[in-house]
């Protein structure tokens, strides 16, 4: 372990379960899968470690305006769609347009470090279910 913060049994667990699933969970959801591994385990210490493996670069908190907070334990820099209808989060496996903060960095004049940018509509499973198709 190279990192400054030590990687202790209660975040490997975390991270574990954050890098098992592509569905971009909420904190509850987290603390449900680790309490299997770990069952002294209280929500407070899996929102704590989530803080802790964000500032470590380990994961993403992903905020999209509602309630709650999701997790992504991929941290590369990519693009989500949110399902308008069920909430689902889902990666959109297009590379990041850089062009963008160039538009951006001219149209200001200054300099851009980054950008967001998500997608909204309709998912594919909700889309099937839909009353219409
Ligand atoms: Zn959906
Ligand atoms: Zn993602």
């Known amino acids: 372990m ?9 975040k490997r667990v975390i991270l574990d379960v954050l890098k098992s ?9 987290i603390y449900m899968q680790a309490r299997k591994e770990l069952p002294n385990l209280s929500l407070g210490t899996v929102y704590r470690n989530l803080n802790i493996l964000k500032d470590m670069g380990e994961i993403l908190e992903l905020n999209y305006g509602s309630t ?9 820099e990519h693009y989500h769609f949110v399902c308008e209808k069920c909430g689902a989060v ?8 850089k062009e963008l ?3 951006a960095a001219q149209a200001l004049e200054t300099e851009i470090k980054h950008h967001r ?17």
């Not at 699933?21 to 959801?29: E, G, L, R």
């Not at 940018?117 to 198709?133: D, I």
Request: charged content about 25%.
């Open 21 to 29: 699933t592509k569905s971009h969970p909420p904190a509850d959801w």
């Open 2 to 10: 190279t990192k400054a913060t030590r990687m202790t049994k209660q």
């Open 90 to 97: 889902l990666d959109v496996d297009i590379p990041i347009q």
């Open 68 to 76: 709650l907070s999701r997790y992504d334990g991929n941290p590369q």
């Open 101 to 103: 903060d160039m538009l």
């Open 117 to 133: 940018l998500e997608f909204y509509g309709t998912c594919r499973k909700c889309k099937a279910a839909g009353p219409q198709s």
